[in-house]
């Protein structure tokens, strides 16, 4: 019966808590986000996970799980005396029974405070040290939280800023066969650019010293003008010799930035999409922390829909040419 009361006013008291503390800057913003339920799920959703952790580490015995709620209960009920202490000392000059209030507050926040170091004494053994140890590791990480905010705010803050200059950029192509998809990246990517001679497709050799003479004669016949630059790696590896190359790019500074551009095929069924590598995901990581990098995705839909506008942009092209 006391662990259901707990938990019930956990799961209504904590995702507000922790939604008035995101909105201060000691806890990540997700936290202070009202869901399309009008609840604050991603509270609800960590206060479950943790629950379910220590559900899971105690083994679900109650004896075990009470020491943990008796002393975050009463300590919780210490930090609301003594703050409501705070308030009534700062509204004395407007509240005439100021020192009553001050006085019970004063000796509800005295009395829990007892009843919390003595749970927390007795109870030390029994799983109430989890709650002695982690309550000052909370304070310091929501410390760190708030100053990482605030130095957060400080770095892209106007002021002193100035309008930023023109940007040249290189667009670099990702090209493991020519295809379709492949051809529409590379339409994408020449948008990007003022010039052609700041595009660039670049394909990665992980099999043979010399590319497939396949794809070159598909490159000459499709490749819409475009110079393609041919990495080889020897251990097989996708991301080594493109981040070694865009850094030789970058070093040369003769580009600001340089922005990678990666067809994606787009599969009707997400167990089809299962069947094919997953090179985006790695390249995003890889590229994530790179300043001066941009990715971008590029996405080909062979569903129906992706397919039925294809067939229209193919009846049109032809219309056009007759």
């Known amino acids: 019966m006391i662990l259901i009361l707990a938990a019930n006013a956990s799961f209504n008291g904590f995702p507000r808590l922790a939604s008035v503390q995101a909105s201060d800057g000691y806890l990540p913003r997700q936290l202070g986000s009202l869901g399309d339920r009008l609840v604050f799920a991603n509270g609800i959703v960590l206060l479950g996970a943790v629950s379910a952790g220590l559900i899971v580490a105690f083994h679900g015995d109650t004896h075990r799980l009470i020491p943990l709620y008796a002393v975050g209960v009463f300590l919780s009920f210490t930090l609301s005396q003594a703050g409501m202490v705070r308030h009534w000392l700062l509204r004395r000059q407007e509240e005439s029974h100021w020192r009553t209030r001050v006085a019970i507050n004063g000796f509800g926040a005295a009395v829990t405070a007892v009843v919390t170091v003595v749970i927390a004494i007795t109870k030390f053994t029994h799983g109430a040290w989890i709650v002695v140890v982690l309550i000052p590791a909370l304070v310091w990480a929501f410390v760190r939280i708030h100053r990482h905010y605030l130095d957060f705010a400080a770095r892209i803050s106007l002021d002193d800023a100035t309008r930023p200059g023109p940007v040249s950029n290189l667009v670099l192509v990702l090209v493991a066969s020519v295809h379709r998809g492949m051809l529409e990246a590379v339409h994408y990517a020449k948008s990007l ?80 999409q299962l069947l094919h590598n997953q090179t985006a995901l790695q390249l995003q990581i890889a590229l994530h922390g790179k300043p001066h990098v941009v990715f971008a995705n590029y996405r080909y839909y062979i569903g129906e829909e992706g397919e039925t506008e294809q067939r229209q942009a193919a009846e049109e092209q032809q219309g056009s040419r007759g």
Request: no cysteine; glycine share 4%; net charge negative.
């Open 193 to 272: 650019s003022t010039s052609d001679d700041d595009v660039r497709a670049i394909h990665i050799e992980t099999e043979r010293p010399a590319p497939r003479p396949s794809l070159m004669a598909s490159w000459d016949t499709f490749g819409l003008g475009i110079p393609l630059v041919v990495l080889h790696s020897p251990y097989r590896s996708l991301l080594g010799p493109l981040v070694e190359y865009i850094d030789t790019v970058l070093a040369q500074k003769r580009f600001d930035v340089v922005t990678v551009v990666l067809p994606e095929v787009v599969t009707k069924h997400w167990w089809e």
